[in-house]
T-cell receptor
Framework: SQQGEEDPQALSIQEGENATMNCSYK?????LQWYRQNSGRGLVHLIL?????REKHSGRLRVTLDTSKKSSSLLITASRAADTASYFC????????????FGKGTLLTVNP | NAGVTQTPKFQVLKTGQSMTLQCAQD?????MSWYRQDPGMGLRLIHY???????DQGEVPNGYNVSRSTTEDFPLRLLSAAPSQTSVYFC?????????????FGAGSRLTVL
């Protein structure tokens, strides 16, 4: 079964606004990752946060992780039309646990 | 550096036909995997390999075979295609050691089974 579940399933905002997507997972993790998928393309890795980290930044991206609630959030600040894509969280045990389990994704639409 | 290359990009099959989806990577990654993506289902792991000669099943392996004779290639075989296998298939790879389990994905292969 899918471990990660994103919320909301779809999000529509105006350019310049912030977008927040949430992810929940069920079992212990080594790290949690976020990927982006443009329509008709493969997934591209955005950011990874380890289980001993609470917050991480990369450019306009901010990821938080709450292992007690088994949840993570991805914040995209000052969104642009080019940010329109599906965003997936992925969780895995890391190390010798090679499997990465993906959620169902959030479709973000940024209107110009 | 091509990364992960998948062929074909599009394929239409009739029920019962067989075919092979090709995946090749030029990054010397030991770990390779196949996912399928269906609407509302996210990505589900079909099979994976941690090195040449080693393969294992993922979440939805039924109806699919894999082999790993070289580090570079990881083909996915459908022996007798069924309409339920209509999907977009993604191959992904990563190094076996060093860093976290961050995957590099191919562009995908869209398969329709009639």
């Amino acid at each position: 079964s899918q471990q990660g579940e994103e919320d909301p399933q779809a999000l529509s905002i105006q350019e310049g606004e912030n977008a927040t997507m949430n992810c929940s997972y069920k079992t212990s993790i080594n790290n949690l990752q976020w990927y982006r998928q443009n329509s008709g393309r493969g997934l591209v890795h955005l950011i990874l946060i380890r289980s001993n980290e609470r917050e991480k930044h990369s450019g306009r991206l901010r990821v938080t992780l709450d292992t007690s609630k088994k949840s993570s959030s991805l914040l995209i600040t000052a969104s642009r039309a080019a940010d329109t894509a599906s965003y997936f969280c992925a969780s895995g045990g890391g190390g010798s646990n090679y499997k990465l389990t993906f959620g169902k994704g959030t479709l973000l639409t940024v209107n110009p | 550096n091509a990364g992960v290359t998948q062929t074909p990009k599009f394929q239409v099959l009739k029920t019962g036909q067989s075919m092979t989806l090709q995946c090749a990577q030029d990054m010397n990654h030991e770990y390779m995997s196949w996912y399928r993506q269906d609407p509302g289902m996210g990505l589900r792991l079909i099979h994976y390999s941690v090195g040449a000669g080693i393969t294992d099943q993922g979440e939805v392996p039924n109806g699919y075979n894999v082999s790993r004779s070289t580090t570079e290639d990881f083909p996915l075989r459908l022996l007798s295609a069924a309409p339920s296998q209509t999907s977009v298939y993604f191959c992904a790879s990563r190094p076996r050691t060093g860093g976290a389990n961050v995957l590099t994905f191919g562009a995908g292969s869209r398969l329709t089974v009639l």
